[in-house]
């Protein structure tokens, strides 16, 4: 248990429809993250917030949205995702992004998403 | 470009040494971590080193040389539960963690 909750664990969906991951951390942390990990491929930063503000969106298609409305909730927002897009959906939080040195990061257990 | 090397995967007996290796070539530093994921679950931290040298924390150990962009994680007295996928981060520049696709480390007994 690291302290990141994530919902659901398992989510399979079709190309048509909308969907929502959701991540929560109960670590007072004031950063955090989603990365997209597919097999035997480095883990890809998705997107960052800290202290509530986007600092990085890595050129990631407009069909994936994130939300982070306070500092222990971020969601994912999917909508006409493509089979390609399938992999798992980590979140991570650390205690400030922006900090110089030390940043460890916290990882959730992950959302397996399959589009069919 | 930005670029961690790991090998892919690395097979060890139980109860021997593995040194599993990462290098890197990033625009700037500020940290590498280690990290541990097992199969269908989240990655956890294992070390991190900012400094020259190595640091050691019971049985595993990593080392970093900042001028060489080289790292390495050793783990001793293996253990079953030691089989796991081995993950390199570096910190960038803007504290960005830069990842390495991950060694997978198979303990035969």
């Known amino acids: 248990e690291t302290g990141v909750t994530q919902t659901p664990r398992h989510l399979v969906m079709g190309m048509t429809n909308k969907k929502s991951l959701k991540c929560e951390q109960h670590l007072g942390h004031n950063a955090m993250y989603w990365y997209k990990q597919s097999a035997k491929k480095p883990l890809e930063l998705m997107f960052v917030?800290?202290?509530?503000?986007?600092?990085e969106n890595n050129s990631v298609p407009s069909r994936f949205s994130p939300e982070c409305p306070n500092s222990s909730h971020l969601f994912l927002h999917l909508h006409t995702l493509q089979p390609e897009d399938s992999a798992l959906y980590l979140c991570?939080?650390?205690?400030?992004?922006?900090?110089?040195?030390?940043?460890?990061?916290?990882f959730g257990p992950g959302t397996r998403l399959t589009v069919l | 470009g930005q670029n961690i090397d790991q090998p892919t995967e690395m097979t060890a007996t139980e109860g021997a040494i593995v040194q599993i290796n990462c290098t890197y070539q990033?625009?700037?530093?500020?940290?590498l971590f280690w990290y541990q994921q097992h199969a269908g679950e989240a990655p956890t931290f294992l070390s991190y080193n900012v400094l020259d040298g190595l640091e050691e924390k019971g049985r595993f150990s990593s080392f970093l040389s900042r001028s060489k962009g080289y790292s390495y994680l050793l783990l001793k007295e293996l253990q079953m539960k030691d089989s796991a996928s081995y993950l390199c981060?570096?910190?960038?520049?803007?504290?960005?963690?830069?990842w390495g696709a991950g060694t997978k480390l198979i303990i035969k007994p």
């Open positions: 981060a570096v910190s960038d520049s803007n504290y960005q963690l830069i």
């Open positions: 991570a939080s650390s205690q400030d992004h922006s900090r110089a040195s030390y940043n460890e990061q916290f």
């Open positions: 990033t625009s700037g530093f500020n940290g």
């Open positions: 917030y800290n202290f509530k503000e986007q600092t």
